[in-house]
């Protein structure tokens, strides 16, 4: 639980009783590769934090073609916001690409920690501020580079997932088949 700790004082001060109350509500779990941490057409209740493993989030498009949007790995939170926040059905799915032990708070725990921890929306917001930054940095060069650099990119910004996941799941996050992805890592040998 100190991953957690740790990663919550990068954004604000918490006193140790803060501390503790946010460890009372915090439940660890274990997720098997290929479940769901959440699923597109169910409300999201459940707020995450990754200690081991690695979760993507994806959804299908209007071809049925299944479509990964972007990987999490350890040491950062995991939440479809907008279902959680407006209690509505997700779009995507969040689902375990390894095998995942998790740090899980209920809503319900969650928002007793907003509303009894002074200053915890404002780390919350911090949080939730530096995600989308880093998945509007993740994703802009998607739009604009051709597939090796976007397959170099992708080396350089996530070394410690690159060979963990699928190289299925890799290519759809790259906009690509995964025989052109293939030919891409050869060619880069």
């Known amino acids: ?11 604000g001060n918490l006193n140790q009783q803060q501390i503790d109350l946010i460890l009372s509500k915090a439940q660890e779990r274990e997720i098997n590769k290929e479940d769901y941490f959440s ?15 690695i979760l993507r989030v994806c959804y299908y498009n ?4 299944e479509i990964t949007k ?3 790995d350890e040491n950062n939170l995991v939440v479809d916001l907008d279902s959680f926040d407006n209690n509505i059905c997700s779009s ?3 689902q375990a690409v390894t095998d995942c032990k998790m740090i899980v708070f209920s809503k319900k725990d969650w928002q007793e920690l ?7 929306d404002t780390i919350v ?31 350089e ?6 060979n963990r996941v699928p190289l299925s799941y890799l290519a759809s996050y790259l906009g690509i088949t995964q025989s052109s992805l293939s030919r891409i890592r050869k060619n880069i040998r």
């Open 92 to 94: 995507a799915y969040v």
């Open 62 to 65: 209007n071809k049925g073609e």
């Open 157 to 162: 910004m996530f070394p410690n997932v690159i």
């Open 70 to 72: 972007y990987f999490i």
């Open 1 to 11: 639980m100190k991953e957690l700790v740790n990663y919550i004082l990068q954004f």
């Open 114 to 120: 907003l509303d009894t921890i002074i200053g915890w």
């Open 125 to 155: 917001h911090k949080i939730i501020s530096k995600a989308l930054i880093q998945k509007v940095a993740r994703r802009s060069p998607l739009v604009s580079e051709d597939a090796t650099t976007r397959y170099l990119s992708f080396m």
């Open 39 to 53: 699923e597109a057409g169910k409300v999201s209740v459940e707020v995450g934090f990754i200690l081991e493993g």
